[in-house]
């Protein structure tokens, strides 16, 4: 599994934020069987760490595929 850092901001943290599971897409439902092999090691598909500043977004979304939600999550907001 990777270490925590925020799959939006590149921000590295271990107190602040946690991990979302999102709806897998076909492809990672495939690969989610290599997780049952023995001596498999990885980053489980669909699951990504966020910071606190974008968990909450991130969890609003996890209905969604994680390419979908990283799109609607990196598109640049009004300020």
Same mark, same amino acid.
């Given at each position: 599994?990777?270490?925590? !850092?925020?799959? !939006?901001?590149?921000?590295?943290?271990?107190?602040? /934020? /946690?991990?979302?599971?999102?709806? %897998?897409?076909?492809?990672?439902?495939?690969? %989610?069987?290599?997780?049952?092999?023995? /001596? @498999?090691? /990885?980053?489980?598909?669909?699951? =990504?760490? @966020?910071? =606190? =500043?974008? !968990?909450? =977004?991130?969890?609003? %979304?996890?209905?969604?595929? %994680?390419?979908?939600?990283?799109?609607?999550?990196?598109?640049?907001?009004?300020?």
């Amino acid at each position: 599994m990777r270490p925590p !850092i925020c799959a !939006i901001c590149d921000k590295d943290f271990y107190d602040e /934020g /946690g991990m979302v599971q999102f709806a %897998l897409t076909e492809k990672d439902k495939e690969n %989610l069987k290599r997780f049952e092999e023995p /001596g @498999f090691v /990885g980053h489980p598909p669909g699951l =990504e760490w @966020f910071c =606190e =500043e974008h !968990i909450k =977004e991130a969890k609003s %979304l996890s209905h969604l595929t %994680l390419p979908e939600a990283y799109k609607i999550m990196t598109q640049k907001k009004p300020e």
